[in-house]
């Protein structure tokens, strides 16, 4: 059924076709939205976009992200402005991805002179320090007044919920309902505690490799590739430790199935809120697999909630790490009982139909009030 006769614009300041996180994953399962709605054509947003590996087939603006003016250290200012305010004055809905605000001003236009409906889709708010975020919410709240906004998990939504929004709401992330093929291909251990996703700093991997140190009867894989890619093959080399099996490299769907489906568990020991959801925990969850993550107050603990489905330990703190994977590697039945609850807590909450069912019903209704 044909929802509309003008474009629906979906902007996304910062897409990175070589991630896989929630950030690209959002954007991928509403351009499925808009796809499967018969909605005529798509402005996205982001000067990387690697149309060649999409799915979906809309006709495809891309915007480029040249950068005019910094302020403390964002980009406010770009080229992409005017042609994505040609975008949107054919436009009946906007949808904004947060967090980066480098399209602000012709946001500010947008909900100011044209006045079009817009959702604001929060994924994760900033890390900065205090007097920074006040002001950066503060100006968010301005500039999005009357806007919807959509968070994607309570955690979130609790940080960045104005009462300049017209609504606030929670549209936790999914993960495809797509047949996923099996790799068993790997040359794994029988037993083994997996870590997999971005070498990146904020994913806590010195305290996990600090935490296999006192632990050389549990073996350990750790799977993907990132900045700290080579900062981590020195450190399990530095130690020779003999019980880490590093897989320094990009993981693909078939193999990453594989390697949840055969660990024993799956931990997540991020250390900020950078980390703001945790796919990879639903796909553990989805395989019926215990997690050990750590409480970092964002969309993680909600996804995998401590005593539920994840063992939760402090951040940032090896000894604890290393005490809590020791523990759930020795009790089968715990390992067991998480791993079923994870698994009932997933098809509850974050399927592939549900998430499509918000979106859907979201954008109708958004669609109704500007015919």
Known sequence: MQLLSKNLVLIHSNYHPDNHGGIEYVVKMLLEIVVENSI????????????????????????GRRVVAKIAGVSFLS??????????????????????????????????????????????NP??????????SFFRGV??????????????????????????????????????????????????????????????????????????????VIAGNGPLSYSIANAIDAKALKNIIFFNRFISEPEKNELIERSEFVVFPST???????????????????????????GVNYVAPNGVCAITVEKCNSIALSKAIEYLWND???????GSSGLARYEDLFTHTQFLDAWTMLVKSMIKKVR
Not at 87 to 96: D, G, N, P, Q, T
Not at 166 to 174: K, R
Request: aromatic content about 12%; hydrophobic content about 45%; glycine content about 4%.
């Open 127 to 136: 890390v900065a320090s205090t007097p920074v975020m006040k002001a950066y």
């Open 40 to 63: 005529d054509t798509l402005c996205f947003f982001g000067g990387t976009l690697n149309t060649q590996e999409c799915f979906y087939k809309p006709r495809i603006a891309i915007v």
């Open 272 to 298: 900020s809120a950078n980390e703001a959801f945790g796919l990879v925990q639903l796909e553990a969850m989805r395989a019926g697999k215990a997690l050990i993550n750590t409480w970092i107050d964002t």
């Open 143 to 220: 500039i999005f007044r009357g806007a919807v906004c959509v968070a994607t998990s309570p955690n979130l939504l609790s940080q960045v919920r104005s009462k300049n929004y017209i609504a606030n709401q929670v549209i936790p992330l999914c993960l495809s309902d797509r047949s996923f093929s099996y790799s068993n291909s790997l040359n794994l251990p029988e037993r083994y505690v997996l870590y997999i996703g971005r070498l990146a700093r904020y994913k806590g991997l010195e305290y996990l490799v600090e935490a296999a140190t006192m632990q050389p009867g549990i073996n350990f």
């Open 332 to 338: 089968i039945e715990l390992m067991a009982k998480l």
């Open 79 to 124: 080229f992409g402005n005017l042609r994505f305010l040609y975008a949107c004055l054919k436009s009946r809905v906007v949808i904004f991805q947060e967090p980066y605000p480098t399209l602000w001003p012709a946001m500010f236009v947008i909900r100011y002179l044209l006045r079009t409906p817009t959702i604001l889709l929060v994924h994760a």
